[in-house]
């Protein structure tokens, strides 16, 4: 090891402290006993999580991002598969083309792709509402929904289903077997990516949510206004606990089912 | 319907939901806002259809919008080149790396799962006056009043990189992963120090990576309105922050899908001008 490489290592992880020590202070603050969202700690405490549940509008606020994100998931997974499924199974006139026309939503600036369906939806009489939220988060979802399970069906091989199919098995039969299962890792890849993103969004959301419907990063929005309290913090360490853990517990099932699929 | 006929339907049933669904809520919404920003808002409240420049006259022309666009523009060329001075090093050496480059990667990647508002407003507590950096000057007896680092344009361009940086370290950890690492030996047996082999030899072949996080730094960067928000000060508005305004505290629609269509135009000719030269392989390999 020379001292060139050393140096490389030493500014990697001067990054890795860059990226990670805001949030360690964020964990580290929502367990403060002090009724200041500040330093120095005055012990510690799990208060601010029991204030959090009882906070009536964050629970609201989180009602309505998990509703919200789960039917996002749903429907941008539905699009996202089939679409993916076309365009890693089917040799297509212009498929580059329509990979493009596909993933444009997150080409597009987010506050220009909001304001476009706001207007628009506005003028077909859907106000804001939580249609409206759904429509936006789906748009938006789908992309990153069919750019991942795409990367994961082309490890998929066709001569299974063939096989299936000369076994006598209908098409139909062929997809709910074979197909479906071998595909259930990207399928619930594609959908915790969708529901994470559309959790997180706050971009599009400000726009499009109706008065007095708040999400949970709307909510954290609203409540930096006043100053930063030990709840936010909290409620942050919340945040990051599902949407860090939710992935990893999604990769660590994706590998074993993937692993006992034998792919 | 011959079986051929059949088969070629099927990939465009599959794809038919999903490309209606592109085409009606952002292709479709794009070009009403298009008619939309000729349209104008009279002193009633009701937008009156029609083809008037008005709106076009004034985003175009005030010297408002274009200093804004102008300091948007900087904020996000600043942001995406310290994302590349600190990404690049980063993935360099998780691409290098004798150990577990797959949790090396992971582990940088997670802040990228954690929520942008959360990693936003984490800023506060460092850098606040009551936060962690004037905590320890305080106690250090370095500083005897707490002092307000917030609230400025590199407080901006901080959480901005900090919300960035993983972007450009995946685009360039593709990139360099993607290199045969005995061309560098290779130009070493030549005579080359190991500076000049990375210079001449990986450095250019890793450019397209930098180049994709770069686009994706930048587009992302110049489009945000929640940073400059939570991190800036009251003249460090950003061009979506404009936006953000006129639609939904002025209701001044037409007028704001004029300035909507200004940004996509500035930042969709680099989007253009990046497929035109590098095409948009090498950012779906990024985002993966």
Same mark, same amino acid.
């Given at each position: 090891?020379?001292?060139?490489?050393?140096?490389?290592?030493?500014?990697?992880?001067?990054?890795?402290?860059?990226?990670?020590?805001?949030?360690?202070?964020?964990?580290?603050?929502?367990?403060?006993?002090?009724?200041?969202?500040?330093?120095?700690?005055?012990?510690?405490?799990?208060?601010?999580?029991?204030?959090?549940?009882?906070?009536?509008?964050?629970?609201?606020?989180?009602?309505?991002?998990?509703?919200?994100?789960?039917?996002?998931?749903?429907?941008?997974?539905?699009?996202?598969?089939?679409?993916?499924?076309?365009?890693?199974?089917?040799?297509?006139?212009?498929?580059?083309?329509?990979?493009?026309?596909?993933?444009?939503?997150?080409?597009?600036?987010?506050?220009?792709?909001?304001?476009?369906?706001?207007?628009?939806?506005?003028?077909?009489?859907?106000?804001?509402?939580?249609?409206?939220?759904?429509?936006?988060?789906?748009?938006?979802?789908?992309?990153?929904?069919?750019?991942?399970?795409?990367?994961?069906?082309?490890?998929?091989?066709?001569?299974?289903?063939?096989?299936?199919?000369?076994?006598?098995?209908?098409?139909?039969?062929?997809?709910?077997?074979?197909?479906?299962?071998?595909?259930?890792?990207?399928?619930?890849?594609?959908?915790?990516?969708?529901?994470?993103?559309?959790?997180?969004?706050?971009?599009?959301?400000?726009?499009?949510?109706?008065?007095?419907?708040?999400?949970?990063?709307?909510?954290?929005?609203?409540?930096?206004?006043?100053?930063?309290?030990?709840?936010?913090?909290?409620?942050?360490?919340?945040?990051?606990?599902?949407?860090?853990?939710?992935?990893?517990?999604?990769?660590?099932?994706?590998?074993?089912?993937?692993?006992?699929?034998?792919? | 319907?011959?079986?051929?006929?059949?088969?070629?339907?099927?990939?465009?049933?599959?794809?038919?939901?999903?490309?209606?669904?592109?085409?009606?809520?952002?292709?479709?919404?794009?070009?009403?806002?298009?008619?939309?920003?000729?349209?104008?808002?009279?002193?009633?409240?009701?937008?009156?259809?029609?083809?008037?420049?008005?709106?076009?006259?004034?985003?175009?022309?005030?010297?408002?919008?274009?200093?804004?666009?102008?300091?948007?523009?900087?904020?996000?060329?600043?942001?995406?080149?310290?994302?590349?001075?600190?990404?690049?090093?980063?993935?360099?050496?998780?691409?290098?790396?004798?150990?577990?480059?797959?949790?090396?990667?992971?582990?940088?990647?997670?802040?990228?799962?954690?929520?942008?508002?959360?990693?936003?407003?984490?800023?506060?507590?460092?850098?606040?006056?009551?936060?962690?950096?004037?905590?320890?000057?305080?106690?250090?007896?370095?500083?005897?009043?707490?002092?307000?680092?917030?609230?400025?344009? +590199?407080? =901006?361009? *901080?959480? &901005?990189?900090?919300?960035? /940086?993983?972007?450009?370290? !995946?685009?360039? #950890? @593709?990139?360099?992963?993607?290199?045969?690492?005995?061309?560098?030996?290779?130009?070493?047996?030549?005579?080359?120090?190991?500076?000049?082999?990375? +210079?001449? =030899?990986? *450095?250019? &072949?890793?450019?397209?990576? /930098?180049?994709?996080?770069? !686009?994706?730094? #930048? @587009?992302?960067?110049?489009?945000?309105?929640?940073?400059?928000?939570?991190?800036?000060?009251?003249?460090?508005?950003?061009?979506?922050?404009?936006?953000?305004?006129?639609?939904?505290?002025?209701?001044?629609?037409? /007028?704001?899908?004029?300035?909507?269509?200004?940004?996509?135009?500035?930042?969709?000719?680099?989007?253009?001008?990046?497929?035109?030269?590098?095409?948009?392989?090498?950012?779906?390999?990024?985002?993966?």
């Amino acid at each position: 090891m020379n001292w060139g490489w050393q140096m490389i290592r030493g500014y990697a992880i001067l990054v890795y402290l860059f990226m990670f020590l805001p949030v360690a202070v964020v964990v580290l603050l929502s367990f403060n006993a002090s009724q200041f969202g500040s330093f120095p700690m005055t012990g510690l405490s799990l208060r601010w999580f029991v204030e959090l549940a009882q906070n009536d509008a964050i629970l609201r606020a989180f009602r309505t991002s998990v509703v919200l994100g789960l039917m996002t998931a749903a429907i941008s997974t539905t699009l996202g598969v089939l679409a993916s499924l076309a365009l890693v199974r089917y040799r297509l006139p212009g498929a580059n083309m329509i990979s493009t026309l596909l993933i444009a939503p997150i080409l597009v600036p987010e506050v220009v792709l909001a304001v476009a369906l706001l207007l628009f939806l506005n003028f077909l009489g859907v106000n804001k509402s939580f249609a409206l939220l759904l429509f936006g988060h789906v748009i938006f979802t789908l992309p990153f929904v069919i750019l991942v399970v795409q990367a994961r069906l082309v490890s998929i091989r066709r001569d299974v289903e063939e096989a299936a199919m000369s076994l006598g098995a209908s098409p139909l039969q062929t997809f709910f077997q074979v197909t479906l299962p071998l595909m259930m890792p990207a399928v619930l890849a594609g959908a915790l990516f969708a529901f994470t993103i559309s959790f997180d969004d706050i971009t599009g959301t400000l726009f499009w949510k109706p008065g007095g419907v708040e999400t949970v990063p709307t909510q954290i929005f609203a409540m930096l206004r006043n100053s930063i309290s030990p709840e936010i913090n909290a409620l942050g360490t919340v945040m990051i606990v599902m949407t860090v853990g939710l992935p990893l517990l999604g990769a660590a099932m994706a590998r074993s089912l993937s692993r006992k699929s034998g792919a | 319907m011959s079986v051929e006929a059949r088969e070629a339907r099927q990939p465009w049933i599959l794809l038919s939901p999903a490309l209606t669904a592109v085409g009606l809520l952002l292709f479709v919404p794009l070009m009403f806002i298009v008619v939309y920003s000729f349209w104008l808002r009279t002193a009633t409240g009701a937008d009156v259809a029609g083809f008037h420049l008005d709106n076009w006259a004034e985003a175009l022309t005030d010297a408002f919008y274009r200093d804004i666009l102008l300091n948007t523009l900087k904020i996000a060329a600043i942001t995406t080149a310290v994302c590349a001075l600190m990404g690049y090093p980063a993935a360099y050496f998780i691409a290098r790396s004798q150990g577990n480059k797959a949790l090396l990667l992971l582990l940088l990647m997670l802040p990228f799962w954690i929520s942008y508002i959360i990693r936003t407003m984490s800023w506060i507590n460092i850098l606040g006056v009551s936060g962690a950096l004037n905590g320890m000057l305080l106690w250090a007896g370095l500083i005897q009043e707490p002092i307000q680092m917030l609230y400025n344009e +590199v407080t =901006v361009i *901080l959480g &901005l990189v900090h919300f960035l /940086l993983p972007f450009m370290v !995946l685009n360039i #950890f @593709v990139s360099l992963d993607g290199i045969d690492t005995t061309l560098e030996d290779a130009a070493n047996s030549l005579g080359a120090t190991r500076w000049q082999a990375f +210079v001449q =030899v990986t *450095l250019p &072949l890793s450019l397209p990576g /930098l180049a994709a996080g770069g !686009l994706l730094c #930048f @587009v992302l960067g110049a489009g945000t309105y929640i940073t400059p928000l939570v991190l800036g000060g009251p003249t460090d508005a950003m061009f979506a922050n404009l936006v953000f305004e006129a639609i939904i505290t002025q209701l001044n629609w037409p /007028l704001g899908s004029a300035l909507s269509l200004m940004l996509l135009a500035v930042l969709g000719t680099l989007v253009v001008i990046y497929n035109r030269y590098l095409g948009m392989a090498q950012l779906m390999k990024g985002l993966g």
